[in-house]
Nanobody, 117 residues
Framework: QVQLVESGGGLVEPGGSLRLSCVAS????????MGWYRQAPGKERELVAS???????DYADSVKGRFTISSDNAQNRVYLQMGSLKRDDSAVYYC???????????WGQGTQVTVSS
């Protein structure tokens, strides 16, 4: 069973930056969608950023201009560069990959991001 593994979370001061990484434990063919979601305590999981195999990206309004998603499709890796971090960005961040070939949705276990002084 292929799993996604996130890394790069941690504690950062407001205004700081972090780079999240996500890699698949094995090969996933036919990935057409990669995304980063986050979930704060008491809130629903929300899509923060996504990138399709065409290269088209999309961002939640709350992170536009501050976060950048990128990917290495051949290596099944996705990254999230986060800048100008705010306290409201604190959450557990999850990566997701969807494959048209397997029909499966893959999730990571999450990485905690805490923005605090």
């Amino acid at each position: 069973q292929v799993q996604l593994v996130e890394s790069g979370g941690g504690l950062v001061e407001p205004g700081g930056s972090l780079r999240l990484s996500c890699v698949a434990s094995g090969s996933i063919s036919g990935v057409y969608f990669m995304g980063w979601y986050r979930q704060a305590p008491g809130k629903e999981r929300e899509l923060v950023a996504s990138i399709r195999n065409s290269g088209v990206t999309d961002y939640a309004d709350s992170v536009k201009g501050r976060f950048t998603i990128s990917s290495d499709n051949a290596q099944n890796r996705v990254y999230l560069q986060m800048g100008s971090l705010k306290r409201d960005d604190s959450a557990v961040y999850y990566c997701n990959m969807a494959s048209w070939r397997t029909g499966s949705n893959y999730w990571g276990q999450g990485t905690q991001v805490t923005v605090s002084s």
